[in-house]
């Protein structure tokens, strides 16, 4: 099965999927090994990961939907993943859609951010017209190729206009013809519960943000509001590097590692056989035994 249908499949069960946040591909592999039904591919994360920068809008599209592809072809998951603004014109959005689609992705979202880009939850972004979003919809879904590629419009509105605002905003998105709204903002959980009740479709939202009460919902709290999906962005990605600002420190501050790495290292064999040695080792079992 596709990808995209797997996708399609998920987004057809019954109550909120909580979908784990990866920037490269060994954090996907861990959420595939867990047992994970897809992956989030967090632009946050990714721009660190490949530049050790912030998300500001740094990366390029083509370092972007590479990397993107590399992570897609390391899990048999579906990926969705952050494509910014679309990084450009309504021909870049376009162009921007046929690559992730032939990289493997099995669906993004676009923002309605103007131009410089921000995180979503960092001070100092600004939104384009409604006119502007509902033409890079309208460009990304003439681009689209395989019908099951999830398109996911993503409003950044909230602190300029407001929750009003926002609502109306997701569902023009809606009207366009996206498959789901996004929201990355802090919101109160009446709040939430408002939009999940007011939109057109299904919502998804970001989580796991610890400054952020509402985004630390069970699924049963995320069910009750009608709450779609749910991606853990940088999740992974502030508790990685967390341990290993505690290890490294240890290292440096007493010569050794200490006590902070104890229960962090993995075996040698562990990291390999969730990097998928076995699955190789077969490969290359089965080919020898082929040629005999």
């Not at 939202?205 to 709450?227: I, K, Q, R, T, Y």
Request: glycine share 12%; with cysteine; net charge negative.
């Amino acid at each position: 099965m596709k990808p995209t249908t797997k996708l399609r499949d998920l987004l057809a069960t019954d109550g909120p999927l909580l979908i784990p946040g990866a920037y490269d591909g060994a954090s996907a592999r861990v959420v595939h090994a867990l047992g994970h039904g897809a992956v989030y591919l967090t632009g946050f994360g990714m721009e660190a990961s490949l530049l050790g920068m912030p998300d500001i809008g740094l990366a390029s599209q083509a370092e972007i939907v590479t990397h993107a592809g590399h992570i897609a072809a390391a899990v048999p998951i579906p990926v969705i993943s952050d494509a910014d603004t679309g990084y450009g014109g309504l021909t870049n959005v376009h162009r921007t859609v046929r690559d992730f689609e032939r990289a493997g992705i099995a669906g993004i979202h676009i923002e309605d951010q103007s131009l410089p880009k921000r995180c979503g939850g960092m001070a100092g972004r600004a939104v384009v017209p409604v006119g502007e979003m509902v033409a890079r919809l309208r460009a990304a879904l003439a681009a689209r190729q395989d019908p099951d590629f999830v398109i996911i419009a993503r409003s950044d509105a909230k602190v300029d206009e407001g929750m009003d605002a926002v609502i109306a905003r997701l569902n023009a998105y809606f009207a366009a013809g996206a498959d789901l709204a996004m929201i990355a903002e802090p919101f109160e959980v009446t709040d939430l519960a408002r939009l999940c009740k007011e939109l057109h479709g299904p919502l998804a939202m970001v989580g796991g943000v610890g400054e952020w009460p509402e985004s630390m919902l069970s699924h049963d709290e995320f069910a009750a509001l009608g709450v779609k999906m749910v991606f853990y962005a940088v999740t992974g990605l502030g508790v990685a590097l967390s341990a290993q600002m505690a290890v490294y420190g240890d290292l440096l501050n007493n010569g050794r590692l200490g006590s902070a790495s104890t229960n962090a290292l993995m075996s040698l064999e562990g990291l390999s056989e969730l990097m998928g040695l076995s699955e190789w080792n077969a490969i290359e079992a089965s080919a020898l035994k082929d040629g005999q």
